[in-house]
């Protein structure tokens, strides 16, 4: 059974780096033809994809957020990361890592992990 769950700080204050990690188990990052999904939902709306990593280390960004946002992995621990930089109040959000087969089908999530931005 594939899992994902993420980690990270559930408080970030505003104009600080947001770091989260999402942890994988039963299923290797590395594996083809699998994407490794970061999207969020901010109360009251609905799913933002914000983008990806692959499984060759490759990253794609949804445009709006492109100029702050950046994306690592850890394959030794079969993690990927999501870096959110100048973070404010919009940006609190559940934020979930999924993984996607290659053809933005989701297929498992993550439990999901709240973030308020506030100081």
């Known amino acids: 059974q594939v899992r994902l769950q993420e980690s990270g700080p559930g408080l970030v204050e505003p104009s600080q780096t947001l770091s989260l990690t999402c942890t994988v188990s039963?299923?290797?990052?590395?594996?083809?033809?699998?994407?490794w999904v970061w999207i969020r939902q901010p109360p009251g709306k609905g799913l933002e994809w914000m983008g990806a990593i692959n499984y060759w280390g490759g990253a794609y960004t949804r445009s709006s957020l492109i100029s702050r946002t950046k994306f690592s992995r850890d394959t030794a621990k079969n993690q990927f990361n999501l870096y959110l930089e100048s973070v404010t109040p919009e940006d609190s959000a559940v934020y979930y890592c999924v993984r996607d087969t290659g053809n933005f089908y989701w297929d498992f999530w993550g439990p999901g992990t709240q973030v308020t931005v506030s100081s």
């Open positions: 039963g299923a290797s990052i590395t594996a083809s033809p699998y994407h």
